[in-house]
C-alpha cells in the first residue's frame, strides 16, 4: 500500500506494520486472505472528507439505560481491586468476544488498528473512515500537555457506531514518559483514592505493582455505585485542558471535566465487559487517553447482544465515547506488550525516568475523562 498523502508517520504502513512485534499472528500480506473487517475498511483521501465532523451535542442524545451496577471481576486478572462487575451476560456477544480474546493466543486478524489498517475505498459500507482534521483551527483551544498540532491529527469515525471517535498517536512521542509518570507519581496518590487506599488519607505505605485504579475530582464509590456531591479535589489541568481539546476537534463543543478514573494495567490484567452509566449526565461524552503498551480494547453495543468490534489501542491514542457510543458495552480483555521505552536523552540528573520506563515497559495506564455533574 502507498501511503497516502497525509499518512501521519514517518514511515509507510507496511514498515510500521512490520514493526509492531505483536502483529506476529496478523493475517495483513497481501497473498494471505484479508480479515472480514478489513475488507470493508476505507481509508479517506483528504478529498473525500476534509471537513472536521460536526455532529453537535442535542443529535447525540442518547438511549438512557436503566441504572445498573459497575464492572467487577470474574477472576483474579480483571480489575479485581477496583469493584467492577461483570455486566455481560455468559452467552453474549460481548462475553463471546472477551473470552475470544482474552486468550494470549487469539488470532488478531481481524483486531482494527487503525495506524495500519488496509481499506478499500470503493466498499459502500465501511467499519471506519479515517481522515485527517483539517481546516481552521483557529476557534480550538490551544494544544498542550503534549498534544500533537492540530494538523497533525487523524480522527478515526465508525459510520455505524456515531459519536464513537479514535485519534491515533495524538500525544508528541516525548509526552508519553511524562503521561506515565505523572500517573505513577501523582494520581495514585493522596488525596486521590486508590484501591490500596480507599480513604485517600496521607501517609499509608504501599507498593506500586499493587495500583490497579485511581480516581479523580468526584471519587467514584465502587461499593455505592455512586460519585459525591462534592468533588476531592480539582481534576488536573491537564485533564480538563486535553479533554476540552478533544471534544471541540471532533465537533462536540465545549466540555468540562470534572472526574477521572485511572486504570493502571499490568500486563496480565483485563477490565471486564461493562458500561459506564454512574456519572449522572449521559449526554455528555466519555474521552479515555491510553499510555504504555497496547491493549485490544472491544466495543459493542447497548446491548451485551450487539456486535463488538475489536480495536487496538496504542499508547498515545484517544478514544471518545460520546452520544448513541456513550452507554455501549466496552471490555480491555488483553494487554499486549508491543514496545519498548527508554530513557529520555539530555535530561538534567534530577529527571530520573529509570522506573518510569521500567513501569511504562511493562504497563498500560488508561485515564478516563468524564462528567459527573449535570452541566
Ligand atoms: O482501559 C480502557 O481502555 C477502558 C477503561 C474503562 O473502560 C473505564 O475506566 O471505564
Ligand atoms: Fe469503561
Same mark, same amino acid.
Given at each position: 500500500?502507498?501511503?497516502?498523502?497525509?499518512?501521519?508517520?514517518?514511515?509507510?504502513?507496511?514498515?510500521?506494520?512490520?514493526?509492531?512485534?505483536?502483529?506476529?499472528?496478523?493475517?495483513?500480506?497481501?497473498?494471505?486472505?484479508?480479515?472480514?473487517?478489513?475488507?470493508s475498511i476505507r481509508l479517506n483521501s483528504p478529498s473525500e472528507g476534509q471537513q472536521p465532523?460536526?455532529?453537535?451535542?442535542?443529535?447525540?442524545?442518547?438511549?438512557?439505560?436503566?441504572?445498573?451496577?459497575?464492572?467487577? $471481576?470474574? =477472576?483474579?486478572?480483571?480489575?479485581?481491586?477496583? %469493584?467492577?462487575?461483570?455486566?455481560?451476560? !455468559?452467552?453474549? &456477544?460481548? #462475553?463471546?468476544?472477551?473470552?475470544?480474546?482474552?486468550?494470549?493466543?487469539?488470532?488478531?486478524?481481524?483486531?482494527?488498528?487503525?495506524?495500519?489498517?488496509?481499506?478499500?475505498?470503493?466498499?459502500?459500507?465501511?467499519?471506519?473512515?479515517?481522515?485527517?482534521?483539517?481546516?481552521?483551527?483557529?476557534?480550538?483551544?490551544?494544544?498542550?500537555?503534549?498534544?500533537?498540532?492540530?494538523?497533525?491529527?487523524?480522527?478515526?469515525?465508525?459510520?455505524?457506531?456515531?459519536?464513537?471517535?479514535?485519534?491515533?498517536?495524538?500525544?508528541?512521542?516525548?509526552?508519553?514518559?511524562?503521561?506515565?509518570?505523572?500517573?505513577?507519581?501523582?494520581?495514585?496518590? $493522596?488525596? =486521590?483514592?486508590?484501591?490500596?487506599?480507599?480513604? %485517600?488519607?496521607?501517609?499509608?505505605?504501599? !507498593?506500586?505493582? &499493587?495500583? #490497579?485504579?485511581?480516581?479523580?475530582?468526584?471519587?467514584?464509590?465502587?461499593?455505592?455505585?455512586?460519585?459525591?456531591?462534592?468533588?476531592?479535589?480539582?481534576?488536573?489541568?491537564?485533564?480538563?485542558?486535553?479533554?476540552?481539546?478533544?471534544?471541540?476537534?471532533?465537533?462536540?463543543?465545549?466540555?468540562?471535566?470534572?472526574?477521572?478514573?485511572?486504570?493502571?494495567?499490568?500486563?496480565?490484567?483485563?477490565?471486564?465487559?461493562?458500561?459506564?452509566?454512574?456519572?449522572?449526565?449521559?449526554?455528555?461524552?466519555?474521552?479515555?487517553?491510553?499510555?504504555?503498551?497496547?491493549?485490544?480494547?472491544?466495543?459493542?453495543?447497548?446491548?451485551?447482544?450487539?456486535?463488538?468490534?475489536?480495536?487496538?489501542?496504542?499508547?498515545?491514542?484517544?478514544?471518545?465515547?460520546?452520544?448513541?457510543?456513550?452507554?455501549?458495552?466496552?471490555?480491555?480483555?488483553?494487554?499486549?506488550?508491543?514496545?519498548?521505552?527508554?530513557?529520555?536523552?539530555?535530561?538534567?540528573?534530577?529527571?530520573?525516568?529509570?522506573?518510569?520506563?521500567?513501569?511504562?515497559?511493562?504497563?498500560?495506564?488508561?485515564?478516563?475523562?468524564?462528567?459527573?455533574?449535570?452541566?
Amino acid at each position: 500500500m502507498v501511503a497516502p498523502a497525509w499518512w501521519p508517520y514517518r514511515t509507510p504502513p507496511r514498515d510500521v506494520l512490520k514493526n509492531c512485534n505483536h502483529f506476529g499472528n496478523m493475517k495483513r500480506n497481501s497473498n494471505e486472505e484479508k480479515s472480514p473487517s478489513s475488507k470493508s475498511i476505507r481509508l479517506n483521501s483528504p478529498s473525500e472528507g476534509q471537513q472536521p465532523c460536526k455532529i453537535p451535542m442535542a443529535e447525540m442524545a442518547t438511549t438512557m439505560a436503566p441504572e445498573s451496577p459497575m464492572p467487577a $471481576p470474574d =477472576n483474579q486478572n480483571e480489575q479485581s481491586a477496583s %469493584g467492577y462487575e461483570v455486566q455481560a451476560p !455468559a452467552g453474549s &456477544a460481548m #462475553r463471546a468476544a472477551f473470552n475470544r480474546f482474552k486468550q494470549r493466543k487469539s488470532d488478531l486478524s481481524d483486531v482494527l488498528d487503525l495506524r495500519v489498517s488496509e481499506g478499500s475505498r470503493t466498499d459502500e459500507s465501511p467499519i471506519f473512515e479515517c481522515r485527517p482534521l483539517l481546516g481552521d483551527f483557529e476557534g480550538l483551544p490551544e494544544v498542550c500537555h503534549g498534544l500533537r498540532p492540530y494538523n497533525e491529527w487523524t480522527i478515526t469515525t465508525f459510520p455505524s457506531r456515531p459519536g464513537l471517535f479514535v485519534i491515533n498517536d495524538a500525544f508528541e512521542p516525548s509526552s508519553h514518559l511524562n503521561w506515565l509518570r505523572s500517573a505513577i507519581g501523582e494520581y495514585s496518590q $493522596p488525596p =486521590n483514592p486508590t484501591n490500596v487506599n480507599l480513604t %485517600g488519607e496521607a501517609g499509608e505505605k504501599y !507498593a506500586l505493582e &499493587a495500583v #490497579r485504579w485511581a480516581t479523580l475530582g468526584f471519587d467514584y464509590n465502587w461499593t455505592t455505585k455512586e460519585y459525591p456531591d462534592v468533588p476531592r479535589a480539582p481534576l488536573p489541568v491537564e485533564f480538563t485542558d486535553v479533554a476540552n481539546c478533544v471534544t471541540n476537534a471532533v465537533g462536540l463543543g465545549e466540555f468540562h471535566a470534572d472526574t477521572a478514573i485511572v486504570n493502571y494495567y499490568p500486563l496480565k490484567a483485563r477490565l471486564s465487559p461493562h458500561v459506564d452509566r454512574s456519572e449522572r449526565d449521559h449526554s455528555q461524552p466519555l474521552i479515555s487517553l491510553s499510555f504504555g503498551q497496547s491493549a485490544i480494547y472491544l466495543t459493542g453495543g447497548v446491548s451485551a447482544d450487539d456486535e463488538v468490534l475489536p480495536i487496538m489501542l496504542h499508547s498515545g491514542d484517544i478514544l471518545v465515547m460520546a452520544g448513541t457510543q456513550r452507554l455501549v458495552f466496552h471490555a480491555v480483555p488483553q494487554v499486549l506488550k508491543t514496545r519498548t521505552f527508554s530513557p529520555p536523552v539530555g535530561l538534567p540528573s534530577d529527571a530520573d525516568f529509570t522506573s518510569v520506563v521500567a513501569y511504562a515497559n511493562t504497563h498500560r495506564i488508561n485515564i478516563t475523562l468524564r462528567r459527573t455533574l449535570p452541566s
